[in-house]
């Protein structure tokens, strides 16, 4: 039943289905099984929620613990790594088709309260840890600008992979955009180039004097 909440969430968003849509699709005769399972809707979202974000979580948490027992990490790349990958992994090890950040993506947009409620500060302590390793390896960077570029790099994280995630559920032929074999390291680069740029004249005349170091 969880996955096919799933999928109805993320292909028509939270407002756009029931309790009764995801009976009928799980193919339930007892209209009350939600909340038999899981209490209410809004339970179930949030059960869901926690489900994508252990699992990120605990993958990102085991490439940090790798990187510092080998003496790192090092640099930008190899804590980005840790901050993207688990998230595109959800893309392509989930048998049944991966729909939870496009689900991630509607609970994000258009009911953020029960995103914090579900998740808040829990399972995301690998986030809170590439989060400061950034800052350490990007000290140069003016800390405004650095926690705007993070937080802009995160969102982009969700939205580009949803749209790969999408493409992966299409019947048709996939999008050409996700075809090369270089697509993720290029993905990857984008969102590094990001991260280390230098802030532009026009950017640090914009920043109060305290904050350019």
Same mark, same amino acid.
């Given at each position: 039943?969880?996955?096919?909440?799933q999928r109805l969430f993320a292909l028509h968003g939270i407002d756009g289905v029931s309790v009764a849509d995801i009976?009928?699709?799980?193919?339930?005769?007892?209209?009350?099984?939600?909340?038999?399972?899981?209490?209410?809707?809004?339970?179930?979202?949030?059960?869901?929620?926690?489900?994508?974000?252990?699992?990120?979580?605990?993958?990102?948490?085991?490439?940090?613990?790798?990187? &510092?027992?080998?003496?790192?990490?090092?640099?930008?790349?190899?804590?980005?790594?840790?901050?993207?990958?688990?998230?595109?992994?959800?893309?392509?090890?989930?048998?049944?088709?991966?729909?939870?950040? &496009?689900?991630?993506?509607?609970?994000?947009?258009?009911?953020?309260?029960?995103?914090?409620?579900?998740?808040?500060?829990?399972?995301?302590?690998?986030? &809170? &840890?590439?989060?400061?390793?950034?800052?350490?390896?990007?000290?140069?960077?003016?800390?405004?600008?650095?926690?705007?570029?993070?937080?802009?790099?995160?969102?982009?994280?969700?939205?580009?992979?949803?749209?790969?995630?999408?493409?992966?559920?299409?019947?048709?032929?996939?999008?050409?955009?996700?075809?090369?074999?270089?697509?993720?390291?290029?993905?990857?680069?984008?969102?590094?180039?990001?991260?280390?740029?230098?802030?532009?004249?026009?950017?640090?005349?914009?920043?109060?004097?305290?904050?350019?170091?």
């Amino acid at each position: 039943m969880k996955a096919v909440a799933q999928r109805l969430f993320a292909l028509h968003g939270i407002d756009g289905v029931s309790v009764a849509d995801i009976v009928a699709a799980a193919g339930q005769r007892n209209k009350a099984s939600v909340q038999y399972h899981f209490g209410s809707k809004e339970a179930l979202i949030g059960e869901l929620l926690v489900d994508g974000a252990r699992m990120v979580d605990g993958f990102r948490q085991a490439m940090l613990d790798e990187l &510092r027992q080998a003496g790192g990490p090092r640099t930008v790349r190899e804590v980005l790594d840790a901050f993207i990958l688990p998230v595109h992994r959800l893309t392509v090890t989930q048998a049944e088709g991966s729909t939870y950040l &496009r689900f991630l993506s509607n609970v994000q947009m258009t009911h953020r309260p029960l995103f914090r409620q579900y998740i808040g500060d829990q399972w995301n302590a690998g986030y &809170r &840890r590439c989060l400061q390793h950034f800052r350490e390896l990007l000290a140069h960077i003016p800390g405004p600008v650095l926690e705007q570029r993070m937080s802009l790099v995160a969102l982009y994280t969700t939205s580009v992979l949803s749209t790969k995630e999408a493409s992966l559920d299409e019947t048709h032929a996939p999008n050409r955009l996700w075809l090369p074999a270089f697509t993720l390291e290029n993905i990857l680069d984008t969102f590094q180039a990001m991260l280390e740029c230098p802030p532009s004249p026009a950017t640090l005349a914009r920043l109060p004097a305290a904050a350019q170091g």
